[in-house]
């Protein structure tokens, strides 16, 4: 699991870095992505969210999420 919650604090990192980038509040992603705010802290706090979430946010912020499996 160490590589999953690395994986997550980097997507917060990204997500967190794109929003500031284009000036918005978490309120304003939340509403242009389609998701509640919370949904928005809880991806920028490197917190497990589901993956349709997470890519309604990537979406409105233009970056690319790329979804993979771990094998056994």
Same mark, same amino acid.
């Given at each position: 699991m160490p590589d999953q919650r690395a994986a997550m604090v980097e997507i917060?990192?990204?997500v967190n870095k794109a929003r500031q980038?284009? $000036?918005? +509040? @978490?309120n304003e992603l939340a509403d242009r992505a389609g998701v509640s705010r919370p949904s928005v802290v809880r991806v920028e706090? $490197?917190?497990?969210?589901?993956?349709?979430?997470? +890519?309604k946010i990537a979406d409105v912020l233009g970056l690319t999420v790329q979804v993979? +499996? @771990? +094998?056994d």
């Amino acid at each position: 699991m160490p590589d999953q919650r690395a994986a997550m604090v980097e997507i917060a990192r990204r997500v967190n870095k794109a929003r500031q980038v284009v $000036g918005w +509040s @978490q309120n304003e992603l939340a509403d242009r992505a389609g998701v509640s705010r919370p949904s928005v802290v809880r991806v920028e706090h $490197g917190y497990d969210v589901n993956t349709a979430t997470l +890519s309604k946010i990537a979406d409105v912020l233009g970056l690319t999420v790329q979804v993979t +499996s @771990q +094998s056994d």
